[in-house]
Structure formats: C-alpha cells, structure tokens
C-alpha cells in the first residue's frame, strides 16, 4: 500500500539533466498540449512512490478519459470517445462506435455511448441494449450490471440478465432506491457509490433480484469510486487526489478509514485489478501503479 510520498529514484550526476537538455530542442514543434504530455512522461521516468507502491508510465493511448480493469483485463475511453482493450502493452481500438464510458467484468464489457445508450460487447461488436439510458456503468459485480443516469438515478440489471444477453433487445433493468452520479460493484463485498454531493455510500447487491441491503454513507467525499475485484476501494476527490479504504473485511465491509495514495499528478479516474491501480491523470496519460 502506499503510504508515503514521491521521492526521485537515483540516476549519476547530471544524467537526468542532460537528458531533459537534450529533450528540450526536439520539443520546440509540439504543441502547449503535447509538451506538457512529453514533460510529464520523461519526469516521470525519474520518479517512484515509495513504500510498497510504484507508479510507471503504462500503455498510452493519448488523451485517456477513463479506464477500467477487471478479471485481468483493461478496457478504456479516449478523448475521442473511442474503446480501447489493452493486449500486452498494445491497446486495440473496439470497433468505430463512440462511447464515453465502457466497463470490464464477470458480467463481460459494457458502455455507454455520448447519447446515454447502453450497449454490450458480444463477439467483436457492441450490441444496443435498449431499456436504459445511462451516463455511467459497471460491469464489476458477481454477474450484475449497475449504473447511474444523467439525473442520478440507480439501475441494476441481474445477473441472468446480463449473461444470457446477445442480441439487440430491451432490457428490463430493475430501479434501486437513491440517487447517485457514479456506481461501481465487485463479487466480493459489495457496491460503492458517490452522490452530486460527493458523499460517499456503500451497499450490498442481490445479484439475481438486484435488491439492495440498505445504503451506509461513509466518511469522506468523492467524485468517484472504483472497487476492484477483491474488494479494494478507491476514490478520487474533486481536487484530483486518491484515496484508499482501509479496514474492509466480511464483517466490516464498508470499511474504517481513508489512506491517501501519492502521486505525481492530479488524478481524474482509476481502477484496481489484480495488484494494479491503473491511473488516468488530468493530463490524459495513464500510470501504472505495482502493489
């Protein structure tokens, strides 16, 4: 976990300067944009956080807006609203369709398109999945999807449901109780979601009814919350930093305090699988950081 702040790893005397002089000329032609992207990248090279945590540039697919990771796999959205699934080090683009919002899972992939439209990715294609319209959804729970629409209402899809769907249909997704502008799910431990208030709320998912346990607002405020597929929690504030619930267990599920995570630049959306918090920052590049 990390805990503690930046520190600059040890290069020779001089090394890391002479690089950047050397960086400098070739940097004259790029744009205000594309120099801060480049900056950012070589002074990252040069950075570390420390304390069980390492944070390293990852696979780019320049501007990044969003990123999810979920049973192995990582999915993401550019600035040009395309779909990305990451490959080794390669990121392939999904097919033509813009979406703003896309979500890996048990459930498989789904996203959601700049008109709220939600779809599912079936055989190398999105398929239409009218019912819904949604801003944001998540394919992260024990079968379930969820997701939240522009006016902040809570929608589930149960697990038999979403599994079986193939073909372009209507969906009957079932409505949950409250009122949330970004939802996110795992098998293990339940659902997190944060309000325009940014307060913080937790519940569990019937994952074949898609009924609820009642809603625990936890301490703290965020923009959004990503759970990971064994139950680790993290969020992102309005000011770009990241934070990570402490204390989650079977009987304490909703966890008992906030650790904040380093890092070397503002934040705007992160996801956790398997050891990896994958990291979009403001500039739209994406870390990669090693539990």
Not at 100 to 110: F, T, Y
Not at 163 to 169: A, E, F, L, N
Request: aromatic share 10%.
């Amino acid at each position: 976990m990390c805990q503690r702040g930046i520190k600059v790893t040890h290069v020779s005397k001089g090394s890391s300067s002479t690089k950047i002089q050397r960086f400098i000329p070739l940097a004259n032609g790029l744009t205000d944009n594309m120099k801060s992207f480049a900056v950012f990248l070589l002074v990252l090279r040069y950075l570390s956080v420390s304390h069980g945590c390492t944070c390293m540039e990852g696979p780019q697919q320049f501007p990044a807006v969003q990123i999810d990771a979920g049973q192995g796999n990582v999915v993401m959205t550019d600035g040009n609203n395309y779909a990305y699934f990451l490959l080794g080090s390669q990121w392939y683009k999904m097919g033509s369709l813009n979406l703003k919002h896309v979500s890996v899972g048990p459930a498989g992939i789904w996203g959601v398109d700049l008109n709220n439209r939600v779809y599912k990715y079936v055989a190398g294609s999105f398929v239409f999945a009218n019912g819904e319209s949604l801003q944001q959804v998540d394919a992260g729970g024990d079968g379930q999807v969820v997701g939240v629409t522009d006016t902040s209402t809570i929608h589930c899809l149960k697990s038999t449901i979403a599994s079986d769907y193939r073909k372009q249909s209507t969906l009957s997704w079932t409505t949950i109780t409250g009122g949330l502008m970004y939802f996110s799910c795992s098998s293990k431990y339940g659902c997190w979601g944060v309000n325009s208030l940014q307060n913080i709320y937790f519940t569990r998912v019937t994952p074949s009814t898609c009924g609820i346990s009642g809603w625990i607002q936890v301490d703290g405020l965020a923009v959004m919350v990503e759970i990971g597929t064994d139950g680790s929690v993290f969020v992102v504030t309005r000011g770009g930093e990241v934070f990570q619930r402490q204390g989650i267990d079977s009987s304490t599920p909703q966890g008992t305090s906030w650790t904040k995570i380093p890092m070397p630049s503002r934040i705007s959306h992160v996801s956790y699988d398997r050891g990896n918090l994958w990291v979009v920052t403001d500039y739209g590049t994406i870390l990669k950081c090693l539990y």
